[in-house]
């Protein structure tokens, strides 16, 4: 790719994520992620919202790769588990990342709760991405989808919490959906939407 194209550096090492993102900026940016800057350090993700845990990614990375960077934090908050899991979305079951683990223990927490299959208890996902660039904020967008909370796995597409939320305006789980129906309101989608407006504003 030329030389010349600014670069966006995206601080994930998940390769779906960083392609998803090249080719929604139709060739205007040069996309890279963590992948290659392998001596980019870890970050703790000790931030109390979405917005903490991705300003902090974006700004670490930010200080040792050149050109722009985007992090972004996202997850699950369930009303009547006082917006629960939040943050701690992908580490709810007790080990960061098993979806199984986490989609049983929300089902487990729905019970405590009080709520019966064929209760519709309010939830949403969330999806924060912020942009930095040589430890400095430069923007921040904010995607989210309302739903409801199934208390069983209904579906065997998609991934996390997705067997389990309906999104509003829909019978059907995002497991259920297809993956382009999906796509096209999630929260991530919604909060990409927006940094692509705003990175094809910094090229034109």
């Not at 969330?126 to 995607?143: D, N, P, Q, S, Y």
Request: proline share 5%; with cysteine.
């Amino acid at each position: 790719m030329s030389p010349s194209l600014p670069l966006l550096v995206v601080a994930t090492r998940n390769s779906h994520k960083t392609a998803e993102i090249r080719t929604m900026l139709h060739g205007q940016w040069e996309v890279k992620d963590l992948s290659d800057f392998p001596t980019a350090p870890a970050v703790d993700e000790t931030g109390v919202t979405f917005t903490e845990n991705a300003t902090l990614k974006a700004i670490s990375a930010s200080r040792c790769i050149p050109g722009i960077i985007l992090a972004d934090d996202s997850g699950l908050e369930v009303d009547i588990l006082g917006g629960r899991p939040g943050v701690w979305s992908s580490s709810f079951g007790g080990e960061e990342g098993n979806h199984e683990l986490n989609n049983k223990h929300m089902i487990a927490e729905l019970a405590k709760a009080g709520v019966s299959a064929g209760d519709k208890p309010s939830a949403r996902f969330k999806c924060v991405m912020i942009l930095a660039k040589e430890g400095k904020v430069l923007a921040e967008f904010a995607g989210c989808v309302e739903g409801s909370m199934l208390t069983e796995l209904t579906g065997s597409g998609g991934f996390g919490y997705d067997p389990l939320f309906v999104p509003e305006g829909y019978e059907m789980s995002f497991a259920e959906l297809p993956m382009e129906v999906k796509n096209s309101m999630s929260h991530r989608g919604r909060a990409l939407a927006q940094v692509i407006e705003w990175m094809k504003a910094q090229v034109n």
